[in-house]
């Protein structure tokens, strides 16, 4: 890190000058002013709808700004199109990977510029030669041959860098680059961001993650509002003042949870269940009403397919699913709902949303039979409903219509669980709740899952940080391979990251 600082230290490379940005009569930058040198990770941090996309978008080409200027390598920049700015030498790479899945590696990253032989056709060979060099700097391990479908998210973050670095990049943005990776995964993301760093490229690192920046940033930007709240150096980063720069007030991570809740009859029980594919084994577990329940495990340890079994989206393969003491078989999602079961998936936009619809769609689509009338839509009464559920989430909105593809992650998820409690369940599966959302948001999700179990509903909570699970729940289940390795009740002490991974390593739990 400090050759890395050195470095950044000879000046900077970008520099945005009061960037504005103005979407019809919503100002949406307010005079953004950022500095990046090379050689170094200058964090930008905010709040969902703080403007920290908008941003990277006018750097990318893909928006123009209303108003500001832009300097690269000490020349004025225009960044008119994503193509040019890509040829400067700035690269972003967007949270979404946006590979082609059924082409090979060394196709997306040679896509355009083919090396062909003299008549024209697609010199192979050459191919494979020029993407294995590209891959080297980065991971030799993967087959250039290989099509990018049966890749691991990690290893398609490293062909999407490794593309960014055919261009020359010597700006990188990374918008949430460890969403979707596991522990180990990010390590060695970490590592290949570090050497990129020692190799005197400027990385813009987008992150909610406090870890991160502690570990990676040698400088943090905070956008609130659509304005620099302030940008603090290695020496003075400080998580509670990043905190508080970007809400404009205290706040903690996670609840402060130091009881246990009274508990209720049991809503689900499971038998014995397993699935169809191997994924899940034999787990026998239960969630009582005011309860909540947490599912931890490895990435692969099967707490999404229990999930959707118990959600009527997979079918069970053995076993036993009863809600309420009623054994049930559920053959859809709609059999499970009406039995009071609601899920929240853990893909927002590919499994939650209808993106293309406004946020009142989304909150009452599931609302169609109970407010009609002789076959006609009592509309409204689904805006009013809508409206309420916008109030009590206190999600953010330009109007009822707005399409929800135009709002931040943080709304997004609010509007999910918004959708979810208008069904009325008796038990709410929630996976992964607040991945990609910010500070802010997660603590009016924490709120809203604390208040929800208050009122007697159930909850199955699946999460990967496991202080938020260590935070939130009553008992927390611990899978490991598809097998129930034990379940950790808030009552018996035995609740902390250690034993928590022990049992998701398959290993016995360590002494008291």
Not at 108 to 132: F, T
Not at 230 to 248: Q, Y
Not at 409 to 432: H, M, V, Y
Not at 474 to 502: C, F, N, P, S, Y
Request: net charge positive.
């Amino acid at each position: 890190m400090v050759a890395g600082m050195q470095e950044a230290a000879a000046g900077p490379i970008l520099e945005m000058k009061g960037i504005v940005k103005r979407f019809g009569g919503v100002t949406v930058l307010k005079g953004v002013d950022l500095v990046v040198r090379a050689a170094e990770v200058h964090a930008l941090m905010g709040e969902n709808g703080a403007g920290k996309s908008t941003l990277m978008k006018i750097l990318g080409g893909i928006y123009p700004p209303s108003a500001g200027t832009l300097h690269y390598q000490g020349r004025g920049f225009q960044p008119t199109d994503p193509r040019t700015v890509l040829k400067a030498g700035i690269a972003l790479i967007h949270q979404e990977i946006s590979l082609v899945p059924h082409l090979t590696v060394a196709e997306n990253l040679l896509l355009g510029d083919e090396p062909r032989h003299r008549l024209g056709w697609i010199d192979r060979a050459a191919m494979r030669k020029r993407a294995q060099v590209l891959l080297s700097r980065l991971d030799d391990r993967i087959d250039p041959l290989a099509r990018v479908q049966s890749l691991s998210i990690a290893e398609q973050q490293v062909v999407e860098i490794a593309r960014a670095l055919r261009h020359d990049a010597r700006v990188l943005v990374m918008d949430e680059p460890t969403a979707a990776l596991t522990e180990r995964e990010a390590t060695r993301l970490f590592a290949l961001i570090e050497q990129l760093r020692s190799q005197g490229t400027a990385l813009i690192y987008i992150t909610h993650r406090m870890a991160e920046i502690e570990r990676l940033a040698d400088r943090v930007t905070v956008l609130r509002d659509g304005e620099v709240a302030g940008t603090l150096d290695r020496a003075h980063l400080d998580r509670n003042r990043i905190i508080s720069l970007m809400v404009g007030r205290p706040l903690f991570d996670h609840p402060d949870r130091t009881t246990t809740r009274q508990r209720g009859p049991r809503v689900l029980g499971t038998q014995e269940l397993s699935d169809q594919k191997g994924r899940v084994n034999g787990v026998s577990l239960e969630v009582h009403a005011g309860e909540i329940v947490g599912l931890a495990g490895l990435i692969g340890a099967g707490r999404s397919e229990f999930a959707r079994m118990v959600a009527g989206i997979d079918p069970v393969g053995a076993g036993s699913v009863e809600v309420e003491g009623v054994r049930v078989d559920f053959r859809s999602p709609l059999a499970a709902i009406r039995a009071g079961i609601a899920y929240l998936p853990e893909d927002r936009k590919t499994q939650g949303l209808f993106l293309q619809l406004g946020a009142d769609d989304n909150i009452t689509i599931n609302l169609a039979g109970p407010t009609s009338a002789g076959g006609v839509l009592r509309t409204a009464r689904l805006r009013s409903h809508a409206q309420r559920a916008v109030d009590a989430f206190s999600i953010r909105l330009a109007g009822l219509s707005q399409p929800s593809r135009l709002l931040s992650g943080g709304n997004q998820q609010k509007l999910l669980f918004a959708r979810s409690l208008s069904l009325q369940p008796r038990l709410l599966i929630l996976d992964e709740p607040t991945r990609g959302v910010d500070i802010g948001a997660k603590q009016e999700i924490y709120r809203k899952i604390e208040s929800i179990a208050d009122e007697g509903v159930a909850l199955l909570v699946i999460s990967s940080e496991l202080p938020e699970l260590l935070a939130l729940c009553d008992r927390i289940a611990v899978l490991h391979e598809g097998r129930l390795m034990g379940v950790l009740d808030r009552r018996q002490a035995k609740l902390t990251q250690e034993h928590i991974m022990a049992l998701a390593t398959g290993h016995a739990l360590p002494p008291s």
